[in-house]
């Protein structure tokens, strides 16, 4: 066995024996990559567990290695098909005389994980989709949560995780939350911007730190600037602002509490580093924001709709309806209008006969073709995701013998 030898093996006798105690991180490492998502938030845990890479002797006698893993390094282990027991030649992968460190199962997800990121970074997904809140985002078990993803069918779902499920499987853990990233994510966009362009609570939660009126003013000035170029911002530059603005985010059963550094949030509006007010009795370090902090609670809560966790918040005035379109909802209906534009097109078929060309039974069919007859305006709050978030494609479906009327049906959907 000739060249550098990999973590997880030694060499003995010119063959690749394994390394027991290594193996273990190697297959450590896989796995805290398909549940992290990525390389680099692999390479920050990694890091702050002091994970370093294998220890090497160099000819004099110096040790070499053991030092925190970059992101090259981290590529190629991930991808090295010698954890598989296999070694490679011109490109053809052959079964080795050594043993596998790694079960193909996790060999293959990480590779799945590693092609889907190299196509989001080609296409620029990963620029639309960074794991905004990583770091900031904790479960009301006061658990970080840390980004994950999935992928199912070819399409990438990303999450965020307690670390309580991560460690351990699901079945044994207790308590722990996986929630959808893009609800969350979409929420504290929105809520941070509106809280921005709020006068009245950018001037109550920096007025004991900037006391004249000029520099209020300014301040206040910015805010708005800042809440006016939020969507058009980087996600880069949204991230910067979100670490320097929140303490942290959690998540509880019934709201999403935002907690604020009202400090963080005068100094950056400012642009400078805040000095002890002459006439104020904080301390400094209550100054600093460490301690003093503004909570924004969002009224909102989990639910499942289908297969997928959906983030339903309760707006102003009662009125609870989803965040975002529901795919299950969307599905529904488009199949619906579909079937009903076939039973025109096809008028001197029998529902039976129809049903059968479509591969479903003929209730199922009668029933679909019914939610055709809902409000237009009840439509289209579904497709744009405005429904009452009780409203599921199961309860819609539960029973389509809805009223003619338009207006029994808002009643009867919960709309009004």
């Known amino acids: 066995m000739g060249g550098v030898v990999p973590l997880g093996y030694d060499v003995k006798d010119r063959?690749?024996?394994?390394?027991?105690?290594?193996?273990?991180?190697?297959?450590?490492?896989?796995?805290?990559?398909?549940?992290?998502?990525?390389?680099?938030?692999?390479?920050?845990?990694?890091?702050?567990?002091?994970?370093v890479s294998k220890p090497r002797k160099s000819s004099n006698a110096r040790l070499r290695g053991a030092k925190p893993m970059g992101r090259g390094m981290l590529y190629h282990l991930l991808r090295n098909r010698l954890y598989l027991g296999e070694i490679t030649?011109?490109?053809?992968?052959?079964?080795?005389?050594?043993?596998?460190?790694?079960?193909?199962?996790?060999?293959?997800?990480?590779?799945?994980?590693?092609?889907?990121?190299?196509?989001?970074?080609?296409?620029?997904?990963?620029?639309?989709?960074?794991?905004?809140?990583?770091?900031?985002?904790?479960d009301d078990n006061g658990e970080r949560m840390s980004p994950s993803h999935a992928v199912k069918n070819g399409k990438r779902y990303r999450y965020y995780?307690?670390?309580?499920?991560?460690?351990?499987?699901?079945?044994?853990?207790?308590?722990?939350?996986?929630?959808?990233?893009?609800d969350i994510e979409e929420l504290m966009v929105s809520q941070v911007k509106t809280f921005l362009d709020d006068e009245g609570?950018?001037?109550?939660?920096?007025?004991?730190?900037?006391?004249?009126a000029p520099?209020?003013?300014?301040?206040?000035?910015?805010?708005?600037?800042?809440?006016?170029?939020?969507?058009?911002?980087?996600?880069?530059?949204?991230?910067?602002?979100?670490?320097?603005?929140?303490?942290?985010?959690?998540?509880?059963?019934?709201?999403?509490?935002?907690?604020?550094?009202?400090?963080?949030?005068?100094?950056?509006?400012?642009?400078?580093?805040?000095?002890?007010?002459?006439?104020?009795?904080?301390?400094?370090?209550?100054?600093?924001?460490?301690?003093?902090?503004?909570?924004l609670s969002i009224p909102a809560r989990f639910k499942r709709?289908?297969?997928?966790?959906?983030?339903?918040?309760?707006?102003?005035?009662?009125?609870?309806t989803s965040r975002g379109p529901d795919p299950s909802l969307i599905k529904i209906i488009v199949k619906a209008h579909r079937l009903k534009n076939h039973f025109i097109?096809?008028?001197?078929?029998?529902?039976?006969?129809?049903?059968?060309?479509?591969?479903?039974n003929p209730s199922y069919f009668t029933r679909l073709i019914?939610?055709?007859?809902?409000?237009?305006?009840?439509?289209?709050?579904i497709l744009e995701g405005r429904h009452p978030r009780e409203l599921t494609a199961h309860g819609l479906m539960g029973n389509t013998r809805f009223p003619l009327s338009w207006r029994e049906q808002r009643l009867v959907l919960g709309f009004i």
């Open 370 to 381: 019914r939610l055709t007859f809902l409000a237009p305006d009840i439509t289209q709050a």
């Open 215 to 295: 520099r209020q003013r300014h301040a206040l000035e910015k805010a708005r600037q800042l809440a006016s170029r939020w969507d058009d911002a980087t996600p880069t530059e949204r991230r910067g602002m979100l670490l320097q603005l929140i303490k942290r985010i959690e998540v509880h059963h019934d709201r999403v509490d935002i907690k604020i550094l009202p400090a963080r949030l005068a100094g950056m509006l400012l642009g400078e580093e805040l000095k002890l007010p002459p006439d104020t009795d904080l301390s400094p370090e209550q100054l600093s924001g460490e301690k003093n902090t503004l909570v």
């Open 161 to 182: 995780v307690s670390q309580s499920l991560i460690r351990q499987p699901k079945r044994m853990a207790i308590g722990g939350r996986r929630i959808p990233a893009g």
């Open 345 to 360: 097109h096809n008028h001197g078929h029998s529902v039976k006969a129809l049903a059968k060309q479509q591969g479903v």
């Open 201 to 212: 609570h950018v001037a109550n939660a920096i007025q004991i730190y900037v006391s004249d």
């Open 305 to 320: 709709a289908g297969l997928e966790m959906k983030l339903l918040v309760d707006e102003p005035g009662g009125n609870q």
């Open 89 to 138: 030649h011109k490109g053809e992968a052959y079964p080795g005389l050594h043993d596998a460190i790694v079960k193909r199962a996790l060999w293959d997800q990480a590779r799945l994980c590693l092609d889907a990121n190299r196509t989001n970074h080609r296409m620029g997904t990963h620029a639309r989709n960074p794991s905004l809140l990583a770091g900031l985002l904790y």
């Open 15 to 51: 063959q690749l024996v394994v390394n027991t105690r290594e193996a273990e991180m190697v297959r450590y490492i896989f796995q805290r990559y398909v549940d992290v998502g990525s390389v680099s938030g692999l390479k920050e845990q990694l890091d702050a567990e002091g994970i």
